[in-house]
């Protein structure tokens, strides 16, 4: 797919890209919008099913107690996680995206990973309207580097998949050379 978009960069993959991106925009948007009391249903509904499901995977016969003791000690870290994963999506979406651009790799990477920052910013400023929640630098620091992240990784594996298709390409090249003989 890494391959197809740098083929055809103003074409459809990197338009579906940026119609995601606003999309996805829109959902980080809508889960800013949920009050204290409804984001921590969701993350302590979440924190509980991952508790539960590692505890039927791992045979450890925890009772209802324990679990919801260890999802509620897990929550935190769930909810932060899901912040850095939900914005290195963005990133991820928004560096294809700007591949319909003429523009070096790492500077599409780190136009992304800036412009995801900023929505971070927005978003924290957003939650200053929603009733419970609150604006934290923290949190923005956390989003931020789960976008940097997120770009970090993705251009790390498009590196790789390109280093492996050029190694393809060449191989094959040689054995049509060899048969060519």
Known sequence: ???IIRRNKAGKWSNIAGILALIWMCVIFAFSAQTKEES??????????IVSTTGLFFHLNLDEEQLHEIAAAIEFFVRKAAHMTEFAILAVLLYVWFARWEMERVRRGCLAAFLT??????DEFHQLFVAGRSGR???VLIDS???VL????????????SALCRRRRARKAARNDGNLK
Do not use: P
């Open 1 to 3: 797919m890494i391959e």
């Open 145 to 147: 580097a789960g976008a």
């Open 117 to 122: 920052m900023l929505y971070a910013c927005s």
């Open 40 to 49: 921590s249903v969701v993350s302590e509904g979440f924190s509980y099913r």
């Open 137 to 139: 630098i923290s949190d």
């Open 150 to 161: 997120g770009m970090a990784a993705f251009m790390l594996a498009e590196s790789i998949v």
